[in-house]
Nanobody
Framework: QVQLVESGGGLVQAGGSLRLSCAAS????????MGWYRQPPGNQRELVAR???????NYADSVKGRFTISRDIATNTVYLQMGSLKPDDTAVYYC?????????WGQGTQVTVSS
């Protein structure tokens, strides 16, 4: 059974930093493209960043230069390092895994950025 468990969310002031973690289990982690999505209040879920099995990364324009996605194959964990946070980054952040077998979501972690 695939499980994705996010952690690291919280309340931070504008300009601050947070690191989100997503621990994966029940899957061959190295065979999945991993991503972070977010859903701001009253809005649709959107892609923030993703990293492929080969290590290629892509980011939403709104977070380029401020966020970094990485993965640790040894611990089956994907990270999202977030810096220079803005109030517009406030959202529930979700971990996502996808490959030819299907895709999976974590339960989400709240990030709130105060001005």
């Amino acid at each position: 059974q695939v499980q994705l468990v996010e952690s690291g969310g919280g309340l931070v002031q504008a300009g601050g930093s947070l690191r989100l973690s997503c621990a994966a289990s029940g899957m061959i982690f190295s065979s999945y493209t991993m991503g972070w999505y977010r859903q701001p209040p009253g809005n649709q879920r959107e892609l923030v960043a993703r990293i492929t099995t080969g290590g290629s990364r892509n980011y939403a324009d709104s977070v380029k230069g401020r966020f970094t996605i990485s993965r640790d194959i040894a611990t089956n964990t994907v990270y999202l390092q977030m810096g220079s946070l803005k109030p517009d980054d406030t959202a529930v952040y979700y971990c996502h895994a996808e490959n030819w077998r299907g895709d999976y979501w974590g339960q989400g972690t709240q990030v709130t950025v105060s001005s």
